[in-house]
T-cell receptor, first 110, second 112 residues
Framework: GENVEQHPSTLSVQEGDSAVIKCTYSDSASNYFPWYKQELGKRPQLIIDIRSNVGEKKDQRIAVTLNKTAKHFSLHITETQPEDSAVYFCAASGDYKLSFGAGTTVTVRA | DTAVSQTPKYLVTQMGNDKSIKCEQN?????MYWYKQDSKKFLKIMFSYNNKELIINETVPNRFSPKSPDKAHLNLHINSLELGDSAVYFCASSRNGADTQYFGPGTRLTVL
């Protein structure tokens, strides 16, 4: 089955700096890669996703890159703000199943 | 206008009891899921249903039995609750098995 590894497990950044989270996956058949943000006590919410026919996607301060050959994808957050503090999960999907990474706790220091 | 809803939000019960969690989605999605999130925040899929049919059952003890009366509902019944069942359980739905998943608010289950 799919195995998704996510690094780092914790990340502390100064407000205004960038944050980068990296994930690798094992199943070359995976074709959909969403990123979820989970604030304390809340549900995971989709912040950006990318499909295997695209190498990069950007939405305001958030961008995701995908390298299918190397089987890794990354989340980039620029100009971090205190409200970016949360747990971020990457995931990889084939049919009917999302396999999640273990999560990265991001803390943005004011 | 809640898209994916779950009840109850909190559930506190004794070991050995049987309990159910209900999930409903009003997005018209075909696929629904149950996830377990443990104290270390790891999200693990338990079940996936597509149009009321079980698609994925991820080595979950048979004390856990999902039921989908129609494609808008996926309930989770747990028999003989154990301490290790304490976690947050999330329901989710997607248009199909390869599309974006939307999560419910979660049910925090505490087994004493």
């Amino acid at each position: 089955g799919e195995n998704v590894e996510q690094h780092p497990s914790t990340l502390s950044v100064q407000e205004g700096d960038s944050a980068v989270i990296k994930c690798t996956y094992s199943d070359s058949a995976s074709n959909y890669f969403p990123w979820y943000k989970q604030e304390l006590g809340k549900r995971p919410q989709l912040i950006i996703d990318i499909r295997s026919n695209v190498g990069e996607k950007k939405d305001q301060r958030i961008a995701v890159t995908l390298n299918k050959t190397a089987k890794h994808f990354s989340l980039h957050i620029t100009e971090t703000q205190p409200e970016d503090s949360a747990v971020y999960f990457c995931a990889a999907s084939g049919d009917y199943k999302l396999s999640f990474g273990a999560g990265t706790t991001v803390t943005v220091r004011a | 206008d809640t898209a994916v809803s779950q009840t109850p939000k909190y559930l506190v019960t004794q070991m050995g009891n049987d309990k159910s969690i209900k999930c409903e989605q009003n997005l018209g999605h075909d696929t629904m899921y149950w996830y377990k999130q443990d104290s270390k925040k790891f999200l693990k899929i338990m079940f996936s249903y597509n149009n009321k049919e079980l698609i994925i059952n991820e080595t979950v003890p048979n004390r856990f039995s999902p039921k989908s009366p129609d494609k808008a509902h996926l309930n989770l019944h747990i028999n003989s609750l154990e301490l290790g069942d304490s976690a947050v359980y999330f329901c989710a739905s997607s248009r199909n098995g390869a599309d974006t998943q939307y999560f419910g608010p979660g049910t925090r289950l505490t087994v004493l």
